[in-house]
């Protein structure tokens, strides 16, 4: 292993709770990447922070010595991702189906680098966490730090009054997030953010038939073909979609973005992972 990559660059619209746990914790972030570099006995701590987040970046700029660097990234989507970030960072590719440990590297979270922190400096248990609630039916959004188990209709109450009622309450990011049935769903360790969305930006296109124009091949950052890893996963046929690189698949929902058709890419494939691992 000669490369940790502490991944700050929280690529997905609307979510800044990584961003403010760098502004606020960022000496802790620090003594945490230290000490998993130490742990996995790497030559190299890197850093990785959009550029679109200038002020975590002159902030750890200024902080970081001997083995640690930072890395200013150039702001695309999905830069987050851990095969992405080993290229963007190191100029390597993650072969298909291989581990990035495989490359060289290891990725961690920002978040996850702060729990270390806490856990070994201070002895306590992740049982907190920063969270982004924000959306256009809220009044006051806010980066909090919720105690998981918190039920989200704590924090949209918190974060409220509301303007409008919710057309879709998202868990996680807009591309890459879960669309809830209700608002008694708790905080886990794995909740960025928590997204109220009105009528208008939380609607559902009707979908129509896929015409080939090529562009969610053109936005697949793993080189996938996403209409016929699409077609094969909505039809359940397993093995064909396993031979367009099903499990290569981020999920990043990139595809989905960009289809005219409305085609819910992102949506069949995370259903046909989910059959495969039964």
């Given at each position: ?148 188990g918190t039920p989200i209709s704590a924090l949209i109450s918190f974060c409220g009054p509301l303007k409008e009622e919710p057309h879709r309450i998202i868990i996680g990011g807009p591309m890459m997030g879960i669309t809830q049935a209700g608002t008694d769903v708790p905080v886990t360790k794995t909740t960025s953010g928590v997204l109220v969305l009105g009528k208008k930006s939380g609607r559902i296109l009707e979908e129509s038939a896929c015409i080939r ?66």
């Open positions: 292993m000669r490369t940790l990559i502490v991944n700050g660059a929280e690529c997905e619209p609307y979510l800044t709770s990584d961003y403010r746990l760098m502004l606020e914790k960022s000496d802790e972030i620090i003594k945490g990447a230290l000490l998993l570099g130490r742990i996995l006995e790497v030559e190299d701590i890197c850093i990785a922070v959009e550029d679109n987040k200038p002020g975590a970046v002159e902030l750890l700029l200024a902080k970081v010595s001997g083995p640690l660097r930072v890395k200013k990234l150039k702001s695309f989507y999905p830069q987050g991702g851990e095969k992405q970030l080993i290229k963007s960072v190191l100029g390597r590719e993650v072969p298909r189906g291989k581990l990035p440990f495989e490359a060289g590297a290891v990725v961690q979270n920002v978040a996850t680098v702060f729990a270390a922190y806490e856990a070994v400096f201070l002895g306590k248990p992740l049982y907190e966490r920063v969270v982004t609630v924000t959306g256009d039916c809220l009044s006051n959004p806010a980066n909090l730090l919720v105690r998981t124009c090529g562009r969610c091949v053109r936005v697949c950052s793993t080189g996938l073909l996403p209409c016929m890893l699409g077609a094969a996963a909505e039809r359940g046929m397993l093995e064909e979609a396993k031979r367009h690189g099903l499990t290569d698949c981020l999920e990043c929902g990139a595809c989905t973005y960009v289809c005219p058709a409305n085609r819910r890419l992102v949506q069949y494939i995370k259903r046909a992972k989910a059959e495969a691992a039964r």
